[in-house]
């Protein structure tokens, strides 16, 4: 389980022990010590003994995750759109999303925005993939 190892090499420092030493008043070796600090990782014993050490919150020892907000870039295609009673001159949207999907791109919405009449000559569609 992580752990944040700031905290315990911070503890350790105001208290002015060596690896060793905290080693020794943890009853953990100097070996785990080390690893907790280098990896931040421990085991649920581990941390439960550093807790008690520092006099802490078992809880206050795990690591908090930052949470990283995902950042999409958004593209739109205009299609020509007929649909009439036979769907004659549909276009193949299919083929355009396995095109779009090669490059990461996917489907996020179609619009198909009406004329006064209620008709549309084409179509919109909203295509988003994940930026770094």
Request: charged share 20%; glycine share 4%.
């Given at each position: 389980?992580?752990?944040d190892a700031a905290?315990?090499?911070r503890?350790?420092?105001l208290k002015g022990w060596t690896q060793e030493q905290?080693?020794?008043a943890s009853g953990l070796s100097k070996r785990t010590i080390q690893r907790v600090e280098r990896e931040a990782s421990a085991s649920m014993e581990t941390q439960k003994a550093l807790a008690a050490t520092f006099n802490l919150d078992y809880a206050s020892l795990t690591l908090k995750e930052a949470r990283v907000m995902k950042k999409y870039e958004?593209?739109?295609v205009e299609l020509p759109f007929?649909?009439?009673?036979f769907k004659s001159e549909t276009p193949?949207?299919?083929?355009?999303l396995n095109a779009e999907g090669q490059n990461g791109w996917q489907l996020k919405q179609v619009v198909i925005p009406a004329s006064g009449f209620g008709e549309s000559d084409s179509m919109?569609?909203?295509?988003e993939r994940e930026t770094e």
């Open positions: 389980m992580k752990i905290l315990i090499i503890h350790r420092i905290l080693a020794g958004y593209k739109t007929k649909l009439r009673f193949d949207v299919q083929s355009l919109v569609v909203i295509l």
